[in-house]
């Protein structure tokens, strides 16, 4: 009798082949195209607002790849039960694996920008773990059922399996000869009718030694035989444990094999060398020098300009996109007079505006860490907007991602003076693939959410009551301008200090406007005026310090930041949704 691990055991491994086959192929043509990704995507883009929220608190900057083990768990689980399945019957773990095809298929084409061949990682994947299955099977229920089978096994004839199954036998490198997957993948990018050539072509399967011709006879006589053990009893159907096993360790192997290699092929493509090739122009108009006292030097507080590898990063993209600057292009059109579009060598030639900018996430806690400021390199949006043309009544910029992302940014912020850019470097760097490269919009003053597009290709000069951007039907605002706000830096969180001086500090930001005051105070004490940095204009955040003589306890350390314009943060505590996050930031520290 085969137990019912075997059964779960072998679903496992077949499904763990299928995913490393999955991204091996996926590593050839296209990482997105790698099923667990564009599910992981699916889910991503239909996150409610609150649970957006929750995975950002809970799991911050990891909540990919907590989102992505859910995913696998769940392929677990559901392999797991498909092997049991194919035990019954192994028509019923084909089908299974078919579903999972399906399902995976469907998210990787309804991605923004998929081609056909994107549906081939999938197919690959499921076909060879429809067939790593049925070769684990075989191999646990021993040695009798593949010489019962040798002799009626036919491949062309066979009813019994599924469209996967047959795939199965197209892999079977017997069949179809070693190059079979390089033939199939590049020949057609639906491979079904490739496969059904494979295999009408393979005839008669010699009927030749190793596991991957034994396998497909193995496992068309277990599925004949099944009945018939149903009915003689166990004694006929023997449990190879050792053969399993054997099998088992095999598939582990490719499978990890499979998907170090895919990641690799994936990786390396990620590493763009394109983007290290570009040399930068030099800007038309250089940011002035920073004024001698923008950062005061404490440790622990954070530096005035953020660097690269430091700043923080907000997408929905489970796979960084990779834009080939060569191919990129930018059009402009909708709502005016005439379309613009632009290569990358255009917008390089273009008078080019160097200014420091503070991002913010609309999703950053108060006191969270989803802020970062940087020197920005780029082509003023005004300028080329004002040359295609603005049509009177259009109040909306959509921008889009080469990955499908749109933000609606208002049209009037982005005329109105400001240094609002398409950006293609960062501190001096090109920008890097994961801010944008080769070219991201930089809006001083409102959310990323609402304007700072990465990979932008697109921008369409629209309105807000005929477009919708990407987080608005998720319960975000349509407009995001940032709100006035500061955070306290040092001391840390629940600190535990000697008494004494000792600094507190920490950054305010109202960007575009500028921050004219910072307080702190300490048990709700009198509110005291901290010292101020430099600020080389009202587009950065402001670095702030007091002085504080702590006394052993336990206390309560407060801020709250007065913008240009007067206005002092509000205490009234929001979450991030629908549109930013306020209240004053506190902290407790003990001092000994
Ligand atoms: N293509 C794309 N661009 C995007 C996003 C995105 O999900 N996709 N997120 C936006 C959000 S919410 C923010 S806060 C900023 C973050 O930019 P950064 O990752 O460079 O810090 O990017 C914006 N641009
Ligand atoms: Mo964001």
Redesign the pocket.
């Known amino acids: 009798m085969v137990p019912a691990w075997a059964g779960a055991l072998a679903g496992l491994v077949a499904g763990a082949v299928a995913l490393g086959v999955a991204q091996l192929v996926a590593g050839l043509l296209n990482p997105a195209a790698f099923p667990v990704v564009a599910v992981g995507n699916v889910v991503v883009d239909n996150t409610p607002a609150w649970l957006k929220e929750f995975a950002i608190s809970t799991f911050g900057s990891n909540d990919k790849t907590v989102l992505i083990a859910g995913v696998l768990v769940v392929l677990a689980l559901v392999a797991a039960a498909i092997g049991v399945l194919a035990l019954r019957r192994l028509r019923y773990g084909l089908v299974g694996l078919g579903v999972f095809g399906v399902v995976g298929i469907a998210a990787v084409v309804t991605r923004p920008g998929a081609g056909a061949l994107d549906v081939v990682p999938t197919l690959v994947g499921v076909g060879v773990g429809a067939w790593a299955l049925t070769w684990l099977l075989a191999r646990a229920v021993g040695e009798s059922y593949g010489d019962a089978g040798a002799a009626s096994y036919d491949p062309s004839a066979s009813d019994a399996s599924l469209d996967a199954s047959s795939d199965a036998s197209a892999w079977d490198p017997a069949a179809s000869g070693p190059t079979a997957a390089g033939t199939s993948v590049s020949a057609s990018p639906t491979p079904a009718p490739a496969t059904a050539a494979a295999t009408g072509a393979s005839g008669g399967l010699p009927s030749g030694e190793g596991p991957s011709s034994e396998a497909p006879k193995a496992s068309e006589a277990f599925e004949a035989e099944r009945p018939a053990v149903m009915r003689a009893g166990a004694e006929l159907y023997t449990f190879d444990r050792r053969r399993l096993l054997g099998g088992v360790a095999g598939g582990v192997v490719a499978a990890g094999v499979a998907t170090l290699v895919g990641r690799g092929l994936a990786g390396s493509q990620e590493a763009d060398s394109a983007r290290v090739a570009i040399a930068l122009p030099k800007p038309t108009v250089p940011v002035k020098p920073l004024p001698q006292g923008v950062d005061f030097g404490i440790k622990g507080l954070s530096p005035f300009v953020t660097k690269n590898q430091d700043?923080?990063?907000?997408?929905?993209?489970l796979i960084v996109?990779r834009v080939d600057p060569q191919q990129w292009t930018l059009r402009i059109h909708g709502m005016v007079d005439r379309s613009i579009e632009l290569t990358y060598a255009d917008l390089l030639k273009r008078p080019l505006t160097e200014e420091y900018v503070t991002?913010?996430?609309?999703?950053n806690e108060v006191g969270g860490e989803?802020i970062?400021n940087a020197r920005w390199l780029g082509a003023r949006m005004a300028d080329l907007l004002r040359e295609a043309g603005l049509q009177p009544g259009a109040d909306m910029l959509l921008s889009t991602?080469?990955?499908g992302?749109t933000?609606g940014t208002p049209v009037d912020v982005v005329m109105d003076g400001r240094d609002a850019l398409f950006a293609i470097a960062m501190n001096g760097q090109v920008l890097p693939v994961?801010?944008?490269f080769p070219v991201?919009?930089v809006v001083p003053g409102l959310?990323?959410?609402v304007?700072?597009?990465?990979?932008?290709v697109d921008l369409k000069v629209t309105r807000f009551d005929q477009d919708e951007a990407?987080?608005t039907p998720r319960g975000w605002s349509a407009k995001g301008p940032i709100k006035t706000e500061s955070r306290i830096d040092v001391p840390k969180a629940g600190a535990s200090l000697t008494a004494g001086r000792t600094a507190i500090a920490g950054v305010a930001w109202a960007q575009h406007t500028g921050i004219d005051a910072v307080e702190v105070r300490v048990d709700r004490g009198e509110w005291r005026q901290a010292k101020l940095a430099q600020v080389p204009g009202p587009d950065t955040w402001r670095q702030w310090s007091l002085e504080w003589d702590a006394t052993p306890g336990q206390h309560t350390i407060e801020v709250r930041a007065t913008d240009a314009a007067g206005h002092t943060q509000t205490e009234q505590q929001a979450p991030p949704a629908p549109d930013g996050a306020s209240g004053w930031h506190s902290i407790q520290v003990k001092v000994a």
Not at 359 to 363: A, D, G, K, P, Q
Not at 451 to 456: D, E, H, I, P, R
């Open positions: 700043f923080y990063r907000v997408d929905t993209a996109p991002l913010t996430c609309v999703s989803y970062g991602s080469d990955d992302f933000a994961e801010h944008g991201r919009q959310y990323g959410y304007s700072a597009t990465k990979w932008v990407y987080w």
